[in-house]
């Protein structure tokens, strides 16, 4: 028995055999309710099956609950069975209004002279007009898009009132912009191409995927950065040494200009070796070209990948040594700061020699802290619950740990593309735990083929404030308990982001108080569903949390 997710919320089993004799007996279907085990709707049928004949049935559910699709076959003549259990996606996100809302961090970090790139994340019905009357005098915004642009000279902070107005109503924001000498205030959302394209990215997929983060709405919460991973260098450096684009890209100028224009930024990637992953170009002996080569294209984001250099690495006498980890990306840090534009230093480098610890000393505004993940729970769980537990010290504002890309959505590292294998419940973990983590929020799939789930995961504002919050601290783990674990972070509110995760194989019923002693919670002030955005009990604190699931709460005590 197969079960598949058909359209309009409608679950489909289907029956099949591969013997030719055939079998028959009762094919039913039911939509359980996993928490209670109450049967929430029935389907069953007296059916015939051989190889050459199989049995279909389709059976509603609710897509805005979690569900169990049961389905199974007993034969009517030796009484046998066959069962099959699947839990289909579903959305927890409430609808936006169709008013304005405010949607991104009220906080901007620019240097003095750098220029200025970004968009106002307001959800709400459109058109939109979104202006200010008190703007500093050398900043404009396009009020059709929430575009920001301009510069500042002079260091300091600069607030001002944000209004977006459309047909339902308006609202306003403060916004402040720090200029000084840190970018990266909070960690970046955005797009990496390397999770859906792999090498065969092109400037037109490029631009279809920024299009589509318009138009499924994930610019109107935050997602703005716009970055191509490997594939886009030419064979050979032009006769003068500056790196040239092959023929997928026609103008890097002109891509950049585009993104800016829609108030979205630019992302690009290279490695210190000579070459890169893919086996293209890479910025050896010719970094302060390549980082002048990004600052004439308005590259905003630079993922710099070790890959190649390994092999100049270990022919270092000095190469057991953090300094021999550190001097390749000093460098291309050096040739960065000496350009008039602020470029977002994404090492990239799987978390060799410790790179947490002197990640912010080359001034890195970010660090993975790993090797890549891949779309399965193993890896999720390695990466998230493994690796990051002691992290927590070395994030903050401008510098944060990177423990890779999001693996929702449609993945494939090529042009074949397939649904994530995570189920349900791993990615409300997935999205849940990276934004504790304050992790870089980077989609990996195609976003033009991201379904109403997908948009759901990564556009709940509450849950990605947590990730945007402005104080910029790390959670930690403060409980592990046989296979639940409850990860707390600090909020600049005064409250916590707390994650009670079931790392087990089967579904649990937690009592959140069990754990209060633990988090020093003497009176619980506040309890709030992030993903469901709704109040609950301060005094019922019992919860079911399905299997690789989560309890995603903001408490106050």
């Not at 069962?83 to 996100?93: D, G, H, Q, R």
């Not at 202006?131 to 059709?144: G, H, Q, R, V």
């Amino acid at each position: 028995i197969s079960i598949k997710e058909g359209a309009n919320g409608q679950s489909v089993s289907t029956l099949t055999s591969k013997m030719a004799a055939t079998k028959n007996g009762v094919f039913k279907v039911q939509v359980e309710d996993p928490e209670t085990g109450k049967v929430l709707a029935e389907k069953s049928m007296k059916v015939s099956v051989n190889e050459k004949k199989n049995r279909v049935i389709s059976l509603p559910y609710d897509n805005h609950q979690m569900v169990r699709i049961v389905s199974s076959f007993t034969e009517s003549k030796t009484g046998l069975s066959t069962e099959t259990k699947y839990i289909p996606k579903y959305i927890l996100t409430p609808a936006a209004p169709a008013e304005p809302r405010f949607n991104t961090t009220p906080l901007y970090g620019v240097r003095p002279g750098s220029p200025i790139h970004f968009r106002f994340g307001v959800s709400g019905e459109k058109p939109m007009k979104i202006t200010s009357d008190d703007l500093p005098a050398d900043l404009a915004i396009n009020p059709d898009n929430g575009a920001l642009s301009g510069s500042l000279e002079r260091p300091g902070s600069y607030t001002f009132t944000v209004k977006a107005k459309n047909a339902k109503g308006e609202q306003t924001q403060k916004f402040t912009i720090r200029c000084g000498s840190k970018i990266g205030l909070t960690p970046p959302m955005g797009w990496n191409s390397w999770n859906c394209w792999g090498l065969s990215v092109t400037q037109d997929k490029v631009i279809s995927s920024s299009k589509a983060l318009i138009e499924k709405g994930l610019a109107d919460y935050g997602y703005c950065y716009m970055n191509i991973d490997d594939g886009w260098e030419a064979k050979e450096r032009n006769p003068d040494g500056t790196i040239a684009v092959n023929e997928k890209f026609p103008s890097m100028k002109d891509l950049g200009d585009w993104l800016h224009s829609e108030g979205l930024k630019f992302g690009i990637y290279s490695s210190p070796g000579d070459l890169t992953c893919g086996g293209y170009l890479g910025s050896i002996d010719h970094e302060l070209q390549d980082a002048e080569s990004y600052n004439s294209w308005g590259i905003d984001y630079l993922k710099y990948d070790w890959c190649g250099y390994g092999r100049k690495h270990r022919t270092e006498p000095d190469n057991q040594t953090v300094a021999s980890y550190v001097r390749p990306y000093l460098l291309m840090e050096r040739c960065l700061r000496q350009q008039p534009r602020d470029i977002f230093y994404s090492l990239c480098q799987y978390g060799m020699a410790e790179v947490w610890k002197w990640g912010e000393a080359v001034d890195a505004n970010s660090w993975r802290t790993t090797g890549d993940i891949t779309d399965t729970w193993e890896s999720l769980y390695d990466i998230g619950f493994g690796q990051q537990p002691d992290l927590y010290p070395y994030a903050k504002p401008g510098h944060w740990n990177d423990p890779d890309m999001l693996i929702v959505g449609k993945v494939g590292w090529s042009n074949n593309l397939r649904d994530s294998r995570l189920t349900p419940d791993e990615q409300y973990t997935h999205i849940s735990l990276w934004t504790l983590l304050a992790s870089n929020m980077l989609i990996g799939c195609d976003i033009a083929q991201m379904d109403e789930f997908t948009v759901s995961l990564l556009c709940n504002h509450e849950v990605n404030a947590v990730n945007q919050d402005i104080l910029g601290k790390q959670a930690q783990r403060v409980v592990q308990d046989g296979a639940i674990q409850v990860w707390a972070r600090p909020l600049s509110d005064g409250s916590y982001a707390v994650g009670i995760f079931n790392v087990g194989a089967t579904d649990a019923r937690v009592d959140f108080k069990k754990y209060f002693g633990e988090m020093g919670i003497e009176t619980l002030k506040g309890v709030r569903d992030l993903w469901r955005q709704k109040d609950l009990s301060t005094s019922d604190v019992k919860y079911f949390i399905p299997t690789h699931g989560v309890k995603y709460l903001k408490v106050k005590f």
